[in-house]
């Protein structure tokens, strides 16, 4: 059965880092783009950046373009994302995904991650 | 960016009833629109990807359609499993966006 287990979540103060991981199994993990979605207490779901299969092109939403980086390591069957100067509006349940188009469609597997902007 | 507007916001509806919801694109995005399941505390979960088809292991009572900028999502004899929030998606573009959400409440 597919699987994606997210982790590296926690409490940052604002202005801190964290870096999130996503390690898969059971499918092909070279085979496909990957992404992060977000989803802040009680509110809606938000992508945040996809990275193609070979991790040849990156892309982010304009609220974390220049703070956050997303990269892989196929060899690991990882996903990763680190976040730089988070803020309050950064807190939020972090799922990874995998997508066939890059855009979407989006398929979670995991629980998510909570990533908490407090002091 | 595209903007994705769904209606109902909340939908209140009995076991057995068929429910409808409507998403409409800012602008015509072909069929790249996908829907999806949210129950509290658990990850999303793909139902309907490319407006119409039905993701692997996702029961039949559940259809989309549509094309360009209006879509719909159907659920035909409502289960008890079927109350949770649904999203709709547009991934013809970058940045991907989802609707605000479909809350189905049990009348």
């Known amino acids: 059965e597919v699987q994606l287990v997210e982790s590296g979540g926690g409490l940052v103060q604002p202005g801190g880092s964290l870096r999130l991981s996503c390690a898969v199994s059971?499918?092909?993990?070279?085979?496909?783009?990957m992404a992060w979605v977000r989803q802040a207490p009680g509110k809606g779901l938000v992508w945040v950046s996809t990275i193609t299969s070979a991790g040849g092109s990156t892309y982010f939403a304009d609220s974390v373009k220049g703070r956050f980086t997303i990269s892989r390591d196929n060899s690991k069957n990882t996903l990763y994302l680190q976040m730089n100067s988070l803020t309050a509006d950064d807190t939020a349940v972090y799922y990874c995904a995998r997508s066939g188009k890059g855009t979407g469609p989006f398929d979670f597997r995991g629980q998510g991650t909570l990533v908490t902007v407090s002091s | 960016d595209i903007q994705m507007t769904q209606s109902p916001s909340t939908l209140s509806a009995s076991l057995g009833d068929r429910v409808t919801i409507t998403c409409r694109a800012s602008?015509?995005?072909?069929?790249?629109l996908a829907w999806y399941q949210q129950r509290p505390g658990e990850a999303p979960k793909l139902l309907i990807y490319k407006a119409s088809r039905l993701e692997s292991g996702v029961p039949s009572r559940f259809s989309g359609s549509g094309s360009g900028a209006e879509f719909t999502l159907t659920i035909s004899r409502l289960q008890p499993d079927d109350f949770a929030t649904y999203y709709c998606q547009q991934y013809d573009t970058y940045p991907s966006t989802f609707g605000q959400g479909t809350k189905l409440e049990i009348k």
């Open positions: 059971e499918f092909s993990f070279s085979s496909y783009a």
């Open positions: 602008q015509s995005i072909s069929s790249w």
